[in-house]
């Protein structure tokens, strides 16, 4: 029976370019491999003559001679020297053929190559949201936390296997935890299914963990926080997250730590910010203050006479503590001119008094600002 022709195998004109032939190769041999077919012979036959042209085509010296010659250039009978084999296969089909299987058939034969994994896996991370106050992040303190997570089983000692017995070599792959499926002239490899990829199996399981080698307990750690810790600081405790799998290593603990917002201080950095208010009389005439400091103590600050609201006063050295330095951060006292409320008859009679004696001078800005609204109107009228 004569041979059909690669470029009709294809379906591509005997022109057609490097680029046309591929795609058309791509195309077919996704519509033909045998594992769309349930093990057809006339596709898995359809699915070699395709990867017989293909391989003849893609080579440009290959081509020339398959134009000239047809056929017979890879019988023998043209003295071009063979090498295609009696179904056109060139000794590098098989790499070629392997640098595509992934990109080809990936859809139904799995994106990734199975991973063999052992019988002991390491344990999942785990995380505990931990809230503290301000003081604590000031001072550090050691804290104790209960956390439930996953141990290792006391009676079988992580192996999941009853007391007395141990895990078998998987019998279907023989320990590897991968079996090998022929598939037309392709050997697929794929995770065992009886052992889940581990090569071993517990045929009599532990009572107490149900073969997993693990237990639930909730268990007490004691954890450092050091001092100057930021919102958002995480901390890991390793080997303190949960129990491998099987005796697997264990995974690691790690605490997020949350400040709660404080009753007087706004923190940025390593800096504090507390806004103080203070009476207009105080404001007026200058005084001192009383402030509190977040290592629990107390500071005088000096109001001078004339302060107005937003008018910030430093206290050097009095912030937070720079974590993993000897330096700290500032405390910055802001403070807020109070208008007095509720006022007596004598209170308002002394204010209106005041009033009558003010002028520019006691008050320079607002006498200013009504100076020049009044230059701004004139100006309009003219």
């Not at 290959?62 to 017979?72: E, S, V």
């Not at 090498?83 to 089909?93: K, L, P, R, T, V």
């Not at 990829?197 to 963990?209: A, K, M, Y």
């Amino acid at each position: 029976m004569a041979k059909q022709c690669y470029y009709e195998v294809l379906g591509v004109a005997r022109g057609a370019n490097d680029v046309e032939i591929k795609s058309a190769f791509r195309r077919l041999a996704k519509e033909c491999h045998p594992d769309r077919h349930g093990g057809d012979e006339a596709a898995e036959e359809r699915f070699k003559i395709v990867n017989e042209a293909y391989e003849v085509l893609k080579d440009p010296q290959r081509r020339a001679a398959y134009d000239r010659f047809g056929h017979a250039a890879f019988d023998g009978r043209s003295g071009f020297g063979g090498g295609a084999g009696a179904h056109g296969f060139g000794a590098d089909f098989s790499e070629s053929m392997s640098a595509m299987f992934d990109d080809l058939f990936g859809e139904f034969m799995g994106a990734r190559r199975p991973r063999q994994r052992s019988g002991r896996e390491r344990g999942a991370d785990l995380r505990y949201n931990m809230h503290i106050s301000l003081a604590e992040a000031y001072e550090g303190r050691n804290a104790q936390i209960r956390v439930p997570t996953s141990v290792t089983c006391e009676v079988c000692s992580g192996t999941g296997a009853k007391p007395g017995t141990s895990p078998v070599t998987c019998r279907t792959c023989g320990g590897a935890g991968k079996v090998r499926a022929s598939q037309g002239f392709f050997t697929i490899e794929r995770t065992c299914p009886t052992c889940d990829g581990r090569g071993e199996v517990i045929e009599d399981p532990c009572t107490n963990c149900q073969g997993s080698g693990r237990v639930t307990r909730e268990r007490t750690l004691s954890v450092t926080i050091p001092e100057g810790v930021e919102d958002g600081t995480r901390i890991r405790l390793a080997g303190e997250g949960e129990a491998g799998l099987r005796g697997g290593p264990p995974g690691d603990l790690y605490i997020f730590l949350a400040i709660k917002p404080h009753e007087f201080f706004q923190r940025d950095g390593a800096d504090l910010f507390c806004r103080v208010p203070i009476a207009m009389t105080t404001a007026a005439l200058g005084g001192q203050i009383e402030v509190p400091t977040i290592d629990g103590g107390r500071s005088r600050v000096k109001i001078p006479e004339g302060s107005e609201s937003g008018k910030q006063f430093r206290l050097k050295g009095k912030g937070m503590p720079i974590l993993r330095s000897r330096q700290q951060g500032d405390l910055y006292i802001q403070v807020e001119v109070e208008t007095p409320k509720n006022l007596t008859r004598k209170q308002r009679d002394l204010l209106r008094e005041f009033e009558d004696m003010s002028n520019a001078e006691t008050s320079p800005e607002s006498a200013g600002f009504f100076a020049r609204v009044k230059e701004f109107f004139d100006g309009i009228g003219e």
